[in-house]
């Protein structure tokens, strides 16, 4: 009969064992802290920061919708297109929503964002199809935050410099990017370049939620305004998706002569 026995191997006493056992703890400790990563000391101070970290990037594509609901009436537009953080010009593809009948008889709405003014074409709304109504939207009582359809990149990430109250949520994947989510309150009045656009709303606080990728960029931002419009009061939600960061974003603006000049139908 052949006794097998067990014990402990040669050369491995009880302090190479305490050792060895340190060094498990260790790396296992290690293993949770870089799947937990520590939460940022300044919560407010990275929101607010976000447009810096854009203006840096330079430019990205950029996707964006916005969902508007009224006395029970819900609809959602969605754009598609590009933005230069530096010169404060994009362009989108803005597609209304259909019908109740599940039909679409408009065109997309291509926009061109500069700074001061918005350009449209396909506005409809009594405008010939060749040609282009132009916005001034230092104007607009909500600074183009909502009246395009889409809010404009740029102000929606301006509009985080007014960050107040802000909570850091978690890390998250967003497109395969790992991202830090942020929620609070965004003053507008507290938004140098938006400050104007406060009159437009019932409130100027604004709650948003944030996405910030290890560079501090803005990967997304989801914004709950608030305005009135006839007496009714409308809700709007706006999301701004940022991807593809260095991309060229060129903008045209049309000839004086291709812009409508006629009255615009409400």
């Given at each position: 009969m052949v006794v097998?026995?067990?014990?402990?191997?040669?050369?491995?006493?009880?302090?190479?064992?305490?050792?060895?056992?340190?060094?498990?703890?260790?790396?296992?400790?290690?293993?949770?802290?870089?799947?937990?990563?520590?939460?940022?000391?300044?919560?407010?101070?990275?929101?607010?920061?976000?447009?810096?970290?854009?203006?840096?990037?330079?430019?990205?594509?950029?996707s964006t919708a916005m969902e508007m609901a009224a006395g029970?009436?819900?609809?959602?537009?969605?754009?598609?297109?590009?933005?230069?953080?530096?010169?404060?010009?994009?362009?989108?593809?803005?597609?209304?929503?259909?019908?109740?009948?599940?039909?679409?008889?408009?065109?997309?709405?291509?926009?061109?964002?500069?700074?001061?003014?918005?350009?449209?074409?396909?506005?409809?709304?009594?405008?010939?199809?060749?040609?282009w109504v132009r916005v001034d939207t230092t104007a607009l009582d909500d600074g183009n935050l909502v009246t395009g359809g889409a809010t404009d990149p740029g102000a929606a990430a301006?509009?985080?410099?007014?960050?107040?109250?802000?909570?850091y949520?978690?890390?998250?994947?967003?497109?395969?990017?790992?991202?830090r989510h942020y929620r609070g309150v965004a003053d507008i009045g507290?938004?140098?370049?938006?400050?104007?656009?406060?009159k437009g709303f019932t409130t100027d606080a604004v709650p948003f939620d944030a996405y910030l990728d290890g560079a501090g960029r803005l990967r997304k931002v989801r914004h709950q305004f608030s305005f009135s419009n006839q007496g009714r009061t409308v809700a709007v939600s706006s999301t701004t998706l940022l991807y593809g960061f260095g991309t060229r974003v060129l903008v045209t603006l049309p000839d004086g002569r291709d812009i409508y000049a006629g009255k615009v139908e409400v």
């Open positions: 097998h026995r067990y014990g402990r191997p040669r050369g491995l006493g009880g302090g190479a064992l305490a050792v060895t056992a340190s060094l498990v703890a260790a790396a296992v400790t290690g293993c949770a802290a870089a799947e937990e990563p520590a939460p940022p000391p300044d919560p407010a101070g990275a929101v607010r920061g976000a447009a810096d970290a854009l203006v840096r990037a330079g430019s990205a594509k950029a029970g009436t819900r609809v959602t537009i969605r754009g598609e297109g590009g933005y230069d953080f530096r010169r404060r010009t994009g362009h989108l593809q803005v597609v209304l929503p259909k019908d109740a009948a599940g039909a679409s008889d408009h065109r997309p709405i291509t926009e061109l964002l500069t700074p001061g003014a918005l350009y449209m074409k396909n506005r409809g709304a009594g405008v010939p199809a060749d040609k301006e509009l985080l410099r007014g960050a107040r109250h802000v909570t949520v978690g890390e998250v994947e967003l497109a395969g990017v790992k991202v507290a938004a140098a370049r938006l400050a104007a656009a406060a």
